[in-house]
């Protein structure tokens, strides 16, 4: 009873450093039936999918009837399976559950009125929503992002000396890549999804070479630390490598928006009207105009938006790929990163000492559910 309050303390202390699957009994899966009405009420709105603007009045009713029925109708069948009344509310979220989000809505648009794009947007989008709220409730990303926040310029001034390495290089390459033709036509030509699947490709490369690195991040983490035998498990192993990824991507975000920011101060200054018609066939659509000097004016245009994103987004692949490949930035990186999360092993061991737990009861083979 005497430990409950530094038991308590610690907890909070877990939530704070985004690692609430130290704290004992702790399940990511209870991210789902936290967000449970948040879920029911975008399902409930996704039944509008039915609807087809292409038809009248009331085939579109008949379409939100079926709709409907076709969606209350699983709802219910799940609740019989999991031995509850059949018009209730579900009080257990699992797997089958997360299927019939994701699935449910995306068909209904097909079976009513065949649209497709509808159906596709719907699948990703709610596949997309089910992994924000995991990593969100379930693993506190949030919580994640304001500790890297705070330690932001801890974390990047290990980074400088690789930066002043990368950047220096890449700067003269994106400089010469910058005033060519071709650059403005291939960022500027395509319609906005294909250009922003192109920024987002890039961006995705990027994240990728950071989490090649974790699980080897992780393991050397947990040697640093000391964790004197209470292995972390499997859950909390992947709660501490979104701490090093997010810890990671702030900082190829921190490069990518400097380098957006510079080319479009310089791309403002040095092209003119004449050189974007030059390029481009058209002097761009102007998005903001500024007084320079006298009578001369910066002026922002969509298109020079356009080149500026594209450079920002090569940026963040080459800098990730970069201090991946720098071993002393990786060595220096990692090593902030465990002086900072010491601590937190510490309190750990300390709550584990409260609970009573024995070093044999948190191998690395279990999963605490998550």
């Known amino acids: 009873m005497a430990g409950e309050p530094r038991i308590a303390e610690l907890e909070r202390t877990f939530r704070r450093a985004g690692l609430p699957t130290f704290i004992r009994g702790y399940s990511a899966r209870q991210a789902f039936a936290r967000a449970l009405p948040f879920l029911t009420l975008v399902f409930v ?11 009248g009045f009331w085939p579109n009713v008949g379409f939100l009837a079926g709709g409907i029925a076709i969606a209350l109708g699983m709802i219910g069948v799940l609740n019989v399976a ?29 079976i009513f009125g065949g649209q497709e794009r509808s159906a596709i947007v719907t699948l990703i989008g709610n596949a997309v929503l089910l992994g924000v709220v995991y990593l969100v409730l379930g693993f506190g990303a949030i919580s994640i992002l304001g500790w890297a926040g705070r330690r932001f310029l801890t974390l990047f001034s290990a980074s400088v000396s690789v930066l002043v390495r990368a950047l220096s290089l890449l700067l003269f390459f994106l400089l010469v890549i910058f005033f060519t033709t071709e650059t403005w036509q291939i960022w500027t030509v395509p319609r906005v999804p294909k250009f922003v699947a192109a920024a987002v490709l890039f961006v995705l490369l990027a994240a990728g070479f950071l989490v090649l690195r974790l699980p080897g991040s992780v393991r050397g983490l947990e040697r640093e630390a000391e964790v004197q035998g209470d292995d972390l498990t499997r859950p909390q192993q992947v709660n501490v490598g979104l701490v090093l990824f997010l810890g990671q991507f702030l900082q190829v975000a921190f490069v990518a928006m400097a380098v957006w920011l510079f080319f479009v101060v310089f791309g403002g200054i040095l092209v003119s009207a004449g050189v974007r018609e030059a390029w481009l066939g058209t002097p761009g659509t102007e998005v903001w105009r500024l007084p320079f000097l006298g009578e001369t004016s910066v002026v922002i245009t969509t298109e ?3 080149v500026a994103t594209g450079m920002a987004s090569f940026a963040a692949l080459y800098y990730a790929v970069a201090t991946q490949l720098d071993q002393a930035y990786r060595d220096e990186v990692i090593e902030q ?7 937190t092993f510490a309190a750990r061991a300390d709550y584990l000492r409260l609970l009573g737990a024995a070093p044999a009861a948190s191998g690395p ?3 605490d559910g998550a």
């Open 45 to 55: 709105l996704e039944i509008l999918n039915a609807l087809n603007l292409e038809f």
């Open 304 to 306: 020079l938006l356009r």
């Open 82 to 110: 999991r031995g509850q009344r059949f018009f209730s509310v579900p009080r257990h979220v699992g797997p089958v559950e997360m299927l019939v989000f994701i699935v449910v809505p995306a068909v209904l648009p097909l």
């Open 365 to 367: 083979g279990r999963s």
């Open 337 to 343: 990163v465990a002086d900072q999360l010491r601590e």
